[in-house]
């Protein structure tokens, strides 16, 4: 492996806290050089990371109410899938959906959004 | 585990929403057969009268296609007819010999349009008007032929007539009766309906009785009546009343008396046979309209699902006329009886006629002709039981006329034309809304509130959107009963509540394990409504969730549409010094505010704050002795004053003094909505005080108390409560208001539909009347102050809820 790839899969995956530092049914922020990132604990202790945009108005996402897999804007209220960053029908558009993993209470984060969404 | 089987018998409005209800709530229960008789999927019968007229086409009224039934896994057999229900063997058998066995069966077999027992009445040409195949007949004759003759002059016959002479038909209506609609109209009423229709072009023959049908070469030609008359006809159209559909359920043996008769959970004498629809008849009565149908449907899913908490209870009613360019509604008891009491509104010639029955000061019943679009209103009242004591000088005139000078919905919805906006939030506009509920088969306010956004935003639009409802609709549309919360739960606000004071629930998981919540987290609407009637119940015991409090009341500062905040400190009355004015300007410069703007409520307010610069603005002040002003919580908001004896010439008592004695008595109290007050120190009124939740207004021998005010989207006089003389009696009538206001109004109602509501004469009996219960209730609000009366504020910037306010990591660049 090379100098350069190793680099990249160390730096792909980034801890960014553990569950505990995030409130269930809760979202914390990751601020970034590319813009903020929402990493969202639900009722079920599963975590999500989405852009921090909601795609109609682009309100912070971080800020809304968390139930099942899905949140709330803030701003008009739009639900949007914590999994895919899909809206709910009948509202459409999407946020980008970032790749996160668990391991040992830590969260660790990828700054490469998921494919299938143009609002990255 | 092996799936049950579900049959159900007729595929007609009520059963299909029945099998929407019961997918919603268990999508793998059952395995579903449905056999219809008609050859069409499920369409909306209340629609065939537009279809006659011409306004809309078949293809708008199709509710669920062949489609929909395939991706729901349900088997569906058209156009057959079953004959049979084999109760031993537990199978139904149809007609052409196809036959299905089930576990549960669903009767939903509808109504058969009632046809006269006279000689001639099997000719071509004679007609019932029940569904797609009647409306083709019609359409076809009105091409070939002149004249028709439509027996029958209620609901359905006059829409029958009225479409017929849309389409060209030289058209007579035959009424046994002396009046038409005379089940749902009095004779002034009805005298108007008819001239109306008349100058339509319609005629009648009034108190006529068809002895017999005369064919020629097998079609009708004419009708003769009873008195040796006759009139021409080669389309005679019954629509003298429909027929509960009971032949399969009598030949299986069950009971039926003028329909299937079945219990609260929609069950018949067989416990595995549920019957729903018109074919029903429910505690002795049989609906014929959509709204109490469909309530019957969610009620029987409820118990096919085996959830077990639903009862249907029976429904009141409200029909309106789909004649275009006729503003008829009738609701209730119209008619009245021993006890009630009318309300009248009479002028023939200017084509208006209202008349409203109350009894025991409850509006019971309602004739509307010429305008109705306050019959949503008044229906509303009806349904909630309003003690309008209070309303009745000025009942009549319509919920416009009760001092709201805003756009409350009451414009006329009919009139207004497809490109005029009815939302105004969300730009919406009446077209939008018409075209969602006829494309969509849209019936519920929620539904077309998720669907265009109309009335999804403040709100103040939504009597205008349960109009368009109404009009599109038809008057078979109605709100129902009681609305659950939320889509979480089958109970409502005031059940909720209940249970939590009765059962002593004190967590949100509580109330939801032991109310059976259907989602294990709820979701934002009931959370919200759950937490605050948990720490309004039980302030001392009730855990606070904040994440289940929208984001301003959690970061104690108003969100703005790019993400920053605002933030507003208390000036106690509106009064300032010049040290908080230079604290102000000093947070100001040192945070670098980028605007500022007094506000309406006598503030200050500084706009654009990162989040995570709040706690460090908020410590600031908070050294500098102010404290946060809750201008982002369904909290106590401001006292606004003017400034009173101190130095106006005209005051007459200390209005300031007043503002800042009550904002420190109340202030950080949560309350169903936001919550405001004002003082003015004489009658001229400077403060506003009159539309406020809470107003008061200096008067020479002491102070007058006012309810219920409201300046926003729909502008709302106070009610003058009462008068008192000292300062304690203004703050004890001030604490009791908001506390029996806190206790019982529901999450996210303001006091003026609150006390629109509940009445003013209630509001009275409460404050006036008891007045122990008064100084009790005033008791129980300082005992919650003193939990509430808190800085939030000067907490946070010590370190409270720390990671609300700071990046979870920052990644660098």
Redesign the interface.
């Known amino acids: 492996m090379t100098a350069v790839a190793e680099k990249a899969m160390q730096t792909d995956w ?1 801890e ?2 553990t569950v505990s ?6 979202a ?6 590319l813009g903020d990132i929402a ?1 969202f604990r ?3 202790d599963e975590v999500f990371a989405l852009r921090d945009q909601c795609p109609h ?4 996402l971080s ?6 897999k899905t949140v ?1 804007c ?4 739009w ?1 949007i899938a914590l999994d895919t960053g899909m809206a709910v029908a ?1 509202d459409e558009g999407c946020a980008a959906s970032f790749p996160v993993r668990v391991d040992g209470g830590k969260v660790f984060l990828s ?1 490469t959004p998921s494919e299938g969404c143009p609002n990255t | 585990m092996k799936r049950m089987k579900l049959v159900m018998v007729g595929n007609g409005m009520a059963g299909v929403r029945t099998l929407e209800e019961l997918l919603k709530l268990t999508p793998d229960l059952y395995d579903i057969t449905v056999f219809g008789a008609e050859p069409y999927a499920n369409y909306n019968r209340i629609l065939l009268s537009p279809v006659l007229a011409g306004e809309q086409t078949i293809k708008d009224i199709m509710l669920n296609d062949v489609d929909w039934y395939e991706q729901n896994g349900i088997k569906l057999h058209l156009n057959k007819k079953i004959t049979r229900i084999d109760r031993n063997n537990r199978t139904v058998h149809a007609e052409d010999g196809t036959s299905a066995a089930y576990d549960r069966l669903i009767l939903a077999t509808g109504s058969n349009p009632f046809i006269l027992p006279v000689p001639g009445n099997d000719l071509d040409g004679v007609i019932s008007f029940r569904d797609i195949h009647d409306v083709d007949a019609m359409i076809d004759a009105s091409a070939k032929h002149k004249h028709a003759v439509v027996i029958g002059g209620g609901l359905l016959g006059l829409e029958a007539a009225n479409g017929l002479k849309l389409r060209g038909m030289d058209v007579t209506v035959v009424h046994l009766p002396e009046y038409l609609m005379e089940r749902q109209l009095d004779p002034i009423g009805s005298q108007m309906l008819q001239k109306n229709l008349e100058e339509k072009g319609l005629k009648f023959l009034m108190g006529k009785q068809t002895e017999q049908l005369i064919g020629k070469e097998g079609r009708v030609a004419a009708v003769r009546f009873k008195d040796g008359s006759e009139a021409p006809a080669d389309l005679v159209v019954m629509a003298v009343g429909i027929r509960p559909n009971t032949t399969l359920a009598e030949s299986a043996g069950i009971h039926c008396n003028r329909g299937i008769v079945v219990n609260d959970t929609m069950q018949t004498y067989d416990p595995r046979i549920y019957a729903i629809g018109e074919c029903v008849s429910h505690r002795g009565t049989a609906y014929g309209l959509v709204a109490p149908l469909f309530e019957m449907a969610k009620v029987c899913a409820n118990h096919l699902a085996e959830y077990g908490i639903g009862r249907y209870t029976g429904s009141v009613t409200s029909t309106k006329l789909k004649v275009t360019g006729i503003e008829l509604f009738s609701a209730g008891d119209y008619m009245g009886g021993e006890g009630t009491e009318d309300l009248l509104l009479s002028d023939p010639k200017g084509g208006l006629y209202k008349k409203l029955v109350l009894k025991d000061n409850k509006l019971v019943g309602a004739v509307l002709y010429g305008e109705s679009e306050d019959g949503a209103w008044y229906f509303k009242l009806m349904r909630e039981g309003t003690d309008v004591s209070a309303l009745r000088n000025r009942l009549l005139f319509g919920e416009t006329n009760l001092g709201d000078s805003g756009h409350g919905g009451q414009n006329r919805a009919a009139a207004m034309k497809d490109a005029d906006q009815v939302c105004d939030c969300n730009g919406v506009c009446k077209g939008d809304i018409v075209k969602a509920i006829v494309t969509k088969g849209l019936f519920t306010l929620d539904d077309v509130k ?2 265009t956004k109309a009335a ?2 403040c709100g103040s639009c939504t009597g205008l959107v349960e109009q368009i409802l109404s009009h599109t609709l038809g008057g078979e549309y109605s709100a129902p009963e009681a609305k659950p919360m939320c889509k979480c739960t089958d109970y409502t606000h005031d059940q909720v509540r209940a249970a939590i004071r009765e059962q002593k629930l004190t967590s949100i998981p509580d109330v939801m394990t032991k109310l059976e919540w259907k ?6 609407s009931c ?2 409504a759950l937490n605050y009637y948990l720490i309004s119940s039980w302030p001392k015991e009730a855990r606070d969730d ?3 409090r ?2 301003n009341e ?2 104690h500062a108003n ?1 703005q ?3 920053s905040y605002s933030v507003v400190p208390r000036l106690w009355g509106g009064s300032v010094s010049v040290d908080q004015l230079r604290a102000i300007a000093d947070a100001a410069e040192k945070f670098k505010v980028p605007e500022m703007k007094i506000t309406g409520g006598q503030r200050i307010d500084l706009f654009g704050v990162k989040k995570e610069e709040l706690p460090a603005v908020w410590g600031f002040l908070a050294d500098r002795g102010l404290v946060s002003g809750h201008a982002y919580g369904k909290a106590l908001r401001t006292v606004k004053t003017c400034v009173g004896s101190e130095w106006c010439r005209f005051g007459v008592q200390d209005s300031t003094q007043m503002g800042i004695d009550l904002e420190e008595m109340t202030w950080g109290s949560w309350t169903p909505h936001k919550f405001k007050m004002a003082v003015s120190g004489c009658p001229r009124n400077c403060a506003e005080a009159t539309i406020k939740d809470f107003g008061v207004v200096a008067i020479d021998s002491g102070w007058e108390l006012h309810v219920g005010g409201n300046g926003g989207v729909k502008v709302r006089a106070t009610d003058l409560l009462c008068r008192v003389t000292t300062r304690e009696e203004v703050l004890e009538y001030a604490g009791a208001f908001m506390q029996i206001y806190r206790e019982e109004a529901r999450y996210l109602e303001r006091t003026a539909p609150w006390v629109e509501r509940v009445g003013l004469a209630y509001i009275k009996s409460r404050m006036l009347d008891d007045a122990e219960g008064r100084k009790a209730a005033y008791q129980r609000f300082l005992e919650s102050q003193d939990i509430y009366k808190f800085d939030p504020w000067a907490e946070r910037a010590k370190g409270v809820d720390q ?1 609300e306010f700071t ?7």
Do not use: M
């Open positions: 980034i960014v806290g530092d995030i409130p269930k049914d809760g914390r922020v990751v601020k970034t050089p990493v639900n009722l079920q108005k682009g309100g912070p800020q809304g109410i968390i139930y099942g709330a803030p701003l008009h209220n639900n009948p700054l | 998720s669907h999804a935003s989602r294990p987290d709820g979701c934002p959370r919200p904040y994440q289940s929208y984001i959690r970061a969100i549409k790019d993400g990671h990046p979870l990591k920052v990644v660098a660049g």
